[in-house]
């Protein structure tokens, strides 16, 4: 699956993932005042919302992206309903033939593990026969456990062929609290060195176990909000890509973004949500209107694809 | 809800959850045959079974216990079908009075937790209307994102009296690999101490703002499979309920635990998953049979108790 993000990502010429986190308040009146008429004032209702506002999204931007990555708290807040609405999500933009990332944080236990990585990368037994869950491409993985809590993923990768990004440096502004960390090197030289380096070479290493064809089924989470920590940690993980979150309405900017990638290019996506889903509720793309607001999306991933074009050229 | 728990330990006189971590191994064959029967070998047949089966643990048990602790995992590996059935069996421990806290090991950045939080723990707006997700009492909380990812779960805590455990010293063989992490003080003095005691002093601190009247709602999750720590945490975090999984299976002893309790005997509840749900797969309780399984449940449950409670008779 790796193999086929980095081809996708060379076609499009679009290292750019589109963040599907549809809250209420990013759905244009009119297509929750449908889902409502329809349903009610209902989880069900919003659902119905969320889902017709992601299919005109998907419909606009399709051609011009690699693949997408749907924040699943976004529909868990709607309980079963919304998670209904995050599994044709998923389907729907697979039979678009992007590749679906699936922002789901997951990460316990070996065993429970386990149970999250075959819900959403593999197949689970029920009696002699193996059915899919949510099936998504990609997973986000929370490293906190420690590697029993990471391998049973990398197991099911190997299986299905498909990937994780594992957090190393998120891009919130409280990240530093734990990942920054300094701890002490266990080799007894006693160097310091903050902690998302550290997990930053295990990403290194779990990925050196599982290669597709230049990079790794193993990648990194790392915020377009650091780009510092982002220089260091392209030269220790130099085979993983790096999902870069936090562009546009977190903060960060094109020129932001030129350390994650590798010098041919490749080595990382970046991730727009908000600025892409909802464009229309910005100034600069006002003119379209809520009406059409799927075709400021798509404005706005042209916008954002030429930023970081120039950005990755200016660096020549 | 901290005050409701406390209560409810006191008056079964069992500091004990019961895991509802049902995976098809664990649920008797005459169960998944009557479902599959009915679903074929779907998701939808394999929640049907793990439905029955924790329905009829949780009749077995209930009047024993003051809590149950369904893995959320172990229903999402069957993806939504598998959610219905999480559903189903928060709100049938709901109708039968135990607290319900949903081991979800949830946390992303600041927006996204909020979604979590409020899909676990509270409301959602849809509309003028306010609707409920799934609604558990508690949830279990990932730290690795930082306070931002943690305090809109402790927002929505305050708002509908619920409360959360957060991580901190995870009961696995490689927990110890971020979490052990030997850090530096960041006030200047060069002390060097553990991650986990790091974040306990959080737990701590994030605490202090929302008490019940003898304990916290923000609670921690720490390991049974490290004492020591334990002792080490119940100084640090002396107001916040620790939730101890790890007894039994994984290997946690009741006279292990008794440095998770505060003097006044409480503070600790402590969670057993599998040595209870498939008491009926083990040789003390094979005697009970598989059709018998949620009999066996019951005399585990009170082996627990018994076994808990000498440990703490024996301290003193």
């Known amino acids: 699956m790796i193999d086929r993000l980095v081809e996708k990502i060379k076609k499009t010429q679009a290292p750019v993932v589109v963040g599907l986190d549809p809250t209420m308040k990013l759905v244009p009146g009119h297509i929750q005042q449908q889902a409502f008429a329809e349903y009610g004032e209902t989880t069900k209702g919003a659902a119905e919302a969320i889902w017709q506002f992601n299919k005109a999204i998907v419909d606009a931007v399709y051609d011009l992206i690699p693949a997408v990555k749907p924040q699943i708290a976004m529909y868990e807040q709607f309980g079963v309903e919304g998670l209904i609405a995050f599994q044709k999500t998923v389907e729907y933009c697979k039979q678009k033939g992007l590749i679906v990332i699936g922002d789901v944080k997951r990460g316990d236990i070996g065993s429970t ?35 029993d809590g990471v391998k049973p993923f990398i197991k099911v990768c190997q299986e299905e062929k498909k990937g994780i990004f594992v957090l190393v440096k998120t891009s919130n502004p409280s990240s530093g609290e734990l990942q920054d960390r300094l701890v002490k090197e266990e080799d007894g030289n006693g160097r310091e060195r903050p902690l998302y380096e550290l997990v930053g070479e295990q990403v290194a290493k779990w990925g050196s176990e599982c290669m597709g064809d230049s990079y790794s089924y193993v990648g990194a989470v790392v915020g377009a909000t650091y780009p510092e920590q982002g220089r260091i940690l392209r030269d220790i993980m130099p085979k993983a890509y790096i999902l870069v979150p936090g562009y546009g309405a977190q903060g960060g900017k094109g020129s932001d973004l030129v350390h994650f990638f590798n010098k041919d290019g490749l080595g990382a996506i970046v991730n727009s949500s908000r600025g892409i889903i909802a464009a229309y509720q910005q100034e600069q793309y006002a003119k379209y209107g809520a009406e059409n607001f799927a075709d400021a999306s798509r404005a706005a991933v042209l916008a954002m694809k030429e930023d970081i074009g120039q950005a990755l050229a200016a660096r020549g």
Do not use: K
């Open 113 to 147: 593990s386990e149970a999250y990585a075959v819900g959403h990368l593999g197949r689970v037994r029920v009696g002699n026969t193996m059915c899919g869950g949510f099936d998504e491409d990609f997973a986000t993985v929370n490293p906190y456990l420690g590697s």
